[in-house]
T-cell receptor, first 118, second 116 residues
Framework: EAGVAQSPRYKIIEKRQSVAFWCNPI?????LYWYQQILGQGPKLLIQ????????DSQLPKDRFSAERLKGVDSTLKIQPAKLEDSAVYLC????????????????FGAGSRLTVL | QKEVEQNSGPLSVPEGAIASLNCTYS??????FFWYRQYSGKSPELIMF????GDKEDGRFTAQLNKASQYVSLLIRDSQPSDSATYLC????????????????FGQGTILTVHP
């Protein structure tokens, strides 16, 4: 089973520039997550999709961040304009579904995209 | 109060000892609890999950859950230097965005160092 694919692995931009990250989840996984992990902290959920619908985006800074999951498969996370505090690793994860009590809601993470904003 | 709290450590144990990692959570409706391990520069990988009160064992790892106390722990027996990593506790809340889909919230992680 292929894992969660993410690109690019590394990106360096200057503040106020824009950046986009791409994620391809495990085949058949209905739920897709974007997490932001700042150095020394745990992952913070930015947005959660169920198929191509948004389930939770309460912590997504919507004035600068946007995400979409067209056709319920691949997803793109965009930041525009970037700020210094956006420097982090952006982790994409997927699970079969997001039910409350089930091993099927175990998340598998991609390798992450490391963003440095100068 | 943070939704999921862990001692950030670092926790240092000698090789062969038992490492005990603790986590508390605030949402009483939480149903599923996960432990992930994250090596430096890598993404989190699942160790185990638990959703019933009591203990669950998998090899050298034992997860313990006490919903009344809103407490979950991970014990690592016969700790090895290769266990040195950050351990993340994650809790699936009762719902996300008003739906029936759970939202997975992570703690800040505990750094574990196992020294020879």
């Amino acid at each position: 089973e292929a894992g969660v694919a993410q690109s690019p692995r590394y990106k360096i931009i200057e503040k106020r520039q824009s950046v986009a990250f791409w994620c391809n989840p495990i085949s058949g996984h209905a739920t897709l997550y974007w997490y932001q992990q700042i150095l020394g902290q745990g992952p913070k959920l930015l947005i959660q999709f169920q198929n191509n619908g948004v389930v939770d985006d309460s912590q997504l800074p919507k004035d600068r961040f946007s995400a979409e999951r067209l056709k319920g498969v691949d997803s793109t996370l965009k930041i525009q304009p970037a700020k210094l505090e956006d420097s982090a690793v952006y982790l994409c994860a997927s699970s079969k579904w997001a039910g409350r009590v089930s091993g099927a809601n175990v998340l598998t993470f991609g390798a992450g995209s490391r963003l440095t904003v100068l | 109060q943070k939704e999921v709290e862990q001692n950030s450590g670092p926790l240092s144990v000698p090789e062969g000892a038992i490492a005990s990692l603790n986590c508390t959570y605030s949402d009483r409706g939480s149903q599923s609890f996960f432990w992930y391990r994250q090596y430096s520069g890598k993404s989190p990988e699942l160790i185990m999950f638990i959703y019933s009160n009591g203990d669950k064992e998998d090899g050298r790892f034992t997860a313990q859950l006490n919903k009344a106390s809103q407490y979950v722990s991970l014990l690592i027996r016969d700790s090895q230097p290769s266990d040195s990593a950050t351990y993340l506790c994650a809790v699936k809340s009762s719902n996300a965005g008003g739906t029936s889909y759970g939202k997975l919230t992570f703690g800040q992680g505990t750094i574990l160092t196992v020294h020879p």
